[in-house]
Nanobody, 126 residues
Framework: QVHLVESGGGLVQAGDSLRLSCAASGRSSVNYATGWFRQAPGKEREFVAAISWTGGNIDYADSVKGRFTISRDNAKNTVYLQMNTLKPDDTAVYYC???????????????????WGQGTQVTVSS
């Protein structure tokens, strides 16, 4: 069983930066497809960014492209989401999710992920 814990959320002003972390336990590698999703009040959960299990494919939602960067640190078993130039529209609960086996998946489809964290709140004030 893989357990994911997100951290790094908070209340910031528009234009500020935050770095979210997704720490994985229950396995010794982060080389699995891992994605970040977010859900704003009253809206469906949406794709933000993801990295394939090989690391060779990284994808971003158009709304965050150029501002957000996903990365991973195998030594720390952690995946990060660096968020720059934050906007009020980025306000949401951010979740990380990962696949249980090393296969190629549609990174944008949340139904493809097997494990989810509890989420971390990001609030951006104008």
């Amino acid at each position: 069983q893989v357990h994911l814990v997100e951290s790094g959320g908070g209340l910031v002003q528009a234009g500020d930066s935050l770095r979210l972390s997704c720490a994985a336990s229950g396995r010794s590698s982060v080389n699995y497809a891992t994605g970040w999703f977010r859900q704003a009040p009253g809206k469906e959960r949406e794709f933000v960014a993801a990295i394939s299990w090989t690391g060779g494919n990284i994808d971003y939602a158009d709304s965050v492209k150029g501002r957000f960067t996903i990365s991973r640190d195998n030594a720390k078993n952690t995946v990060y989401l660096q968020m720059n130039t934050l906007k009020p529209d980025d306000t949401a609960v951010y979740y990380c999710a990962t696949k249980s086996i090393r296969i190629t998946i549609n990174l944008r489809d949340l139904s493809n992920y097997d494990y989810w964290g509890q989420g971390t709140q990001v609030t951006v004030s104008s």
